[in-house]
């Protein structure tokens, strides 16, 4: 088994080549750091050391103990580091899961500030969809969840806001047959052409689409994004935020329907259970009830 000392040795003699070097860098003696570099090797009964020329350089055997060496080192420093943050009442980790449709470039500021505030928190960013952002948090694979769709479930000591709401609008392609027909388009006339939804990331609840008419075709994606490409190339139909395609209907790659029935604009929440809460978490759900935040991280354009 390797001890700090033997770590600290094999890094010096490293650095240096030099067995004389590295007992000054270790404020050691040479001929105590020469007979503590045989005892390692008869330790492992391997030879570590090449002593044959001007310098001393490592075998390889040494140089892979050396470099297996260092990556204990390091990890061995940032396991003491989350210790201290741990008892000083950081989190070692947060894990923050925001639902697809959030603009994640708009949390990029924030994750700067946090980082000044150099309290050794890992941070994990994971995207979800529709029920898979709430499931998350019920799952214990989030400690806060951004921009979840529907009412807040029932999690004990869940705690959570509005984040803001999401209007949508009924967008084709301008060469798709819906493109041409008189408006209000009905939902008979709408049920006759595939609907491109985003699938729903949760995996042991049940799953939903929005804007899935019966009896009609689906055409299920990994994200908001994806959605738009394949309502562009024409693949289907169906609601889009139009916070996310107002350059799209602006250029006319896009094209806004109106249709004899309305899509009721989505609520998005911030939600976190009470009882795990840190100084971390608590940082965060402040930043996150900021209304300007919330705008920019619903806005696209």
Request: aromatic content about 6%; hydrophobic content about 45%.
């Amino acid at each position: 088994m390797l001890t700090a000392d033997d770590l600290k040795l094999l890094a010096a003699v490293r650095e240096s080549g030099s067995l004389t070097v590295a007992a000054q860098q270790l404020g050691k003696a040479t001929s105590s750091v020469s007979q503590a570099a045989r005892k390692l090797e008869e330790r492992l009964d391997a030879l570590l050391f090449d002593r044959s020329g001007y310098r001393v350089a490592l075998t390889p055997a040494g140089l892979e103990l050396a470099q297996g060496a260092a990556r204990l080192q390091q990890e061995s420093q940032r396991i003491t580091e989350r210790v201290r943050q741990v008892a000083r009442g950081w989190e070692s980790q947060l894990r923050i899961v925001s639902d697809e449709l959030v603009n994640f470039d708009a949390l990029l500021p924030l994750v700067a500030d946090f980082q000044q505030l150099k309290s050794g928190v890992q941070l994990r960013f994971l995207h979800e969809c529709l029920g898979g952002t709430w499931e998350a948090l019920l799952e214990q694979r989030a400690d806060i969840v951004v921009a979840a769709t529907n009412e807040p479930p029932a999690i004990a000591s869940l705690k959570w806001f509005e984040l803001g709401t999401l209007q949508w609008v009924f967008a084709v392609a301008p060469h798709h047959p819906l493109a041409h027909q008189s408006q209000p388009v009905t939902g008979e006339q709408i049920a006759q052409h595939t609907a491109v939804v985003v699938a729903d990331t949760a995996r042991w609840h049940r799953q939903r689409s929005y804007g899935v008419l019966p009896n009609q075709t689906v055409l299920a994606v990994p994200g908001m994004r994806h959605k738009i490409a394949a309502q562009k190339a024409g693949l289907g139909v169906g609601w889009l935020p139009v916070t996310r395609v107002s350059q799209e209907l602006a250029s006319g790659e896009l094209v806004a329907l109106s249709t004899d029935f309305a899509r009721e604009p989505n609520v998005l929440y911030v939600g976190w259970v009470a009882k795990k809460t840190g100084p971390a978490l608590d940082w965060w759900t402040r930043k996150l009830a900021d209304p300007r935040l919330a705008q920019r991280l619903l806005a696209w354009s």
